[in-house]
């Protein structure tokens, strides 16, 4: 199967700046998916990252704060813009595959807005 | 509209018993349903599923089976490893072509030796 990658690992930012967050899949895939994982919380869809088009955002997530680029079919990111100790979080990709749509998801990247 | 429930946790068990973890779901139609499990410090690993009514989804010694009749997905292993400490989610998608899941909060399975 795919194997998929994030960076960075984990950061430590301060509150009002920006982070971009990296995903990689070693082969060319249709769907991915930006989650977010708060602390001891289950995970929250964050929106689907489309090739060549807009990302569509899950209620209560907008594009000013969570811009996500889709520019191949191996490559998305998601930058959390103007960040705030409420953003301290566990953001997670995935991608689709498989017979039955399966969902894989990346290692995860460890945010902390102090 | 869509929901999953699990047993809360934390879930302590001593090795070699029986673990269920509970699932049950609310959705229209006939959704897909999965287990993922999150060991410390590590992403989500898909742990089994089951696509339509009556399955049963296996892997590592774990099963569910998909009870519409009941709307459950409770999970299942015989005989519990240490190993097997993590925190387990029940997720359901409704529809493939959006691929979007829908997770339960969690369930924390501590196994002591």
């Known amino acids: 199967s795919a194997v998929i990658s994030q960076k960075p690992s984990r950061d430590i930012c301060q509150r009002g700046t920006s982070l971009t967050i990296q995903c990689q899949v070693d082969?060319?895939?249709?769907?991915m998916f930006w989650y977010r994982q708060q602390p001891g919380q289950s995970l929250t869809l964050i929106a689907t990252?489309?090739?060549?088009?807009?990302?569509?955002?899950e209620s209560g997530f907008v594009i000013d704060k969570f811009p996500i680029s889709r520019p191949n079919l191996t490559f998305s990111t998601l930058t959390v813009s103007n960040m705030s100790p409420e953003d301290s979080s566990i953001y997670l990709c995935?991608?689709?595959?498989?017979?039955?749509?399966?969902?894989?998801f990346g290692p995860g990247t460890r945010l902390t807005v102090l | 509209g869509n929901s999953v429930t699990q047993m809360e946790g934390p879930v302590t068990l001593s090795e070699e018993a029986f673990l269920t973890i509970n699932c049950t779901y609310t959705a229209t139609g006939y959704p897909s349903l999965f287990w993922y499990v999150q060991y410390p410090g590590e992403g989500l690993q898909l742990l089994l599923k089951?696509?339509?009514?009556?399955d049963k989804g296996s892997n590592k010694g774990f099963e569910a089976t998909y009870r519409k009749e009941t709307t459950s997905f409770h999970l299942e292993k015989g005989s519990v490893q240490v190993s097997d400490s993590a925190v387990y989610f029940c997720?359901?998608?409704?529809?493939?072509?959006?691929?979007?899941?829908?997770f339960g909060q969690g369930t924390t399975l501590q196994v002591k030796p």
């Open positions: 082969s060319q895939v249709t769907m």
């Open positions: 089951a696509t339509k009514a009556d």
């Open positions: 997720a359901l998608q409704r529809s493939s072509n959006t691929g979007k899941l829908i």
């Open positions: 990252a489309n090739q060549g088009s807009e990302a569509t955002y």
């Open positions: 995935s991608f689709m595959s498989g017979r039955h749509n399966e969902q894989f």
